[in-house]
């Protein structure tokens, strides 16, 4: 059950010291790995599956913040393997952009970019890479931003942007880096709309009229929009995975601070087949 899984892994955090998760543990298999927020814990895996655990714990009043997807019977079907190498690529990518002087939203072009490519690729997506940029249609299957602020908080204060542009990176900053895709176990298609627009206009617009207002005038030009419904291959729904790790940027560049987490293909398959080293009370 997920929620023996979520056990084991608490045990360890308590066994070496502390005292509380840094946010509830998200511990989703098969089409739990596509809900972001998904806390039930309560289903039982099965052959085929993967599971997506987003969890950390908090030490010395530090939060830490981590997702890793593994297959429950310990090695990739091709289509996740395809899923997961566009996922790692982007990480990868998004974790090189991080710098000091480099803007925070470098980190999420650099991914959302290489995701849109492997998405391209694959034929999920209608359009070219650079058009499917500018109409941001990876968010059919990437909804979420690519990182936070860590600190003591997981989610925590201060600003990613100043005066309307992007922040520059400093030494001694810390967020998460998190690309993800998700595809939903039910859907058959999605429906892309032909517009360009900027997240910054979005932005802006959200904060002079208000979300609802906002929400609606956004409907109303979708509405307006010519549309492609593209169909999402079998094989592709119920995949989903996320990668995210800790990274503090230093004076040089940056230090990922969970680099000890297996990641690659290769290492998450090889330690899916170990025997499991928990602590001994
Ligand atoms: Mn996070």
Redesign the pocket.
Known sequence: MEYQVQAVLEYVFRMNGSRRNAYPSIVGSGPNACILHYLENNRRMEDGDLLLI?AGCEYGYQAS?ITRTFPVNGRFTAPQRAIYEIVLRAQLAGIAATRPGQRYEAIHDAARRVLTEGLVALGLLPCGVEESLAMHHYREFYMHGT??WLGMD?HDVGDYRIRGSSRELEPGMVF?V?PGLYFDPARESATFYLREFSEQEMLERRLRLGATAARRLDEEEKAKAEKIVHPIPREFRGIGVRI?DDILITAEGHDVLTVGAPKTIDEVERICAEAPRLPRW
């Open positions: 987003d913040d990182g936070h997981v998460t998190e995210e």
